[in-house]
């Protein structure tokens, strides 16, 4: 079974530009998950879909990130633009169920680690 | 609001030996999942062990088993039999039933020692 994909792996960006992550999850599962993790820090979600939609954004900051997943598979994040305190490494996570709250397992992606300078 | 606390930043092991991480949590929800995450060094993260709240029983996979104290709201991982592919960062995760919500603690950087 092939594992969630991620690219690009690694990104380095001036401050003010823009950028874009892609994310393929498993496939059959229903939800996806971006997480950011800062050096030092542990992952924190910043979005989730279930399929196409969005079901949680409450720590997007939506004035420069955006999110779309595109016929319930494939996503992408973007920021534009970026600031120095985006750096950090930005994981892809995906989920079989469909079901709110069902402590499903989650299979995360390797990561596009992101340097903002 | 909801937290996880892991108050060990580093920790080290000897091989085979036993050792056991802390995470402490903060909620009011009587339902909800608690789960443990390996990441090694330049790999992906993965789950190690999955608890549900009303279940009374520990979670364990092979060397791997929790101590799950609900009213204390702790949640230890104990690591049996180290070995060297263990080591990781270790990240304590809650999920409260019926959300959306995933929170992450940061982490215990775990190396085990030849």
């Known amino acids: 079974e092939a594992g969630v994909a991620q690219s690009p792996r690694y990104k380095i960006i001036e401050k003010r530009q823009s950028v874009a992550f892609w994310c393929n999850p498993i496939s059959g599962h229903a939800t996806l998950y971006w997480y950011q993790q800062i050096l030092g820090q542990g992952p924190k979600l910043l979005i989730q879909?279930?399929?196409?939609?969005?079901?949680?954004d409450s720590q997007l900051p939506k004035d420069r990130f955006s999110a779309e997943r595109l016929k319930g598979v494939d996503s992408t994040l973007k920021i534009q633009p970026a600031k120095l305190e985006d750096s950090a490494v930005y994981l892809c996570?995906?989920?079989?169920?469909?079901?709110?709250?069902?402590?499903?397992?989650?299979?995360f992606g390797p990561g596009t680690r992101l340097t903002v300078l | 609001a909801q937290t996880v606390t892991q108050s060990q930043p580093e920790m080290s092991v000897q091989e085979a030996e036993t050792v056991t991480l802390s995470c402490t949590y903060d909620?009011?929800?009587?339902?909800?999942?608690l789960f443990w995450y390996k990441q090694p060094p330049s790999r992906q993260m993965i789950l190690v062990i999955r608890q549900e709240a009303y279940k009374q029983q520990n979670a364990t996979e092979n060397r791997f088993s929790v101590n799950f104290q609900k009213a204390a709201k702790s949640f230890s991982l104990k690591i049996s039999d180290s070995q060297l592919g263990d080591t990781a960062m270790y990240f304590c995760a809650f999920h409260p039933s019926g959300t959306y919500k995933y929170i992450f603690g940061t982490g215990t950087r775990l190396k085990v020692l030849a």
């Open positions: 909620t009011s929800e009587n339902n909800y999942y």
């Open positions: 879909f279930q399929n196409n939609g969005v079901v949680d």
């Open positions: 996570a995906s989920s079989l169920g469909g079901t709110s709250g069902s402590g499903d397992t989650q299979y």
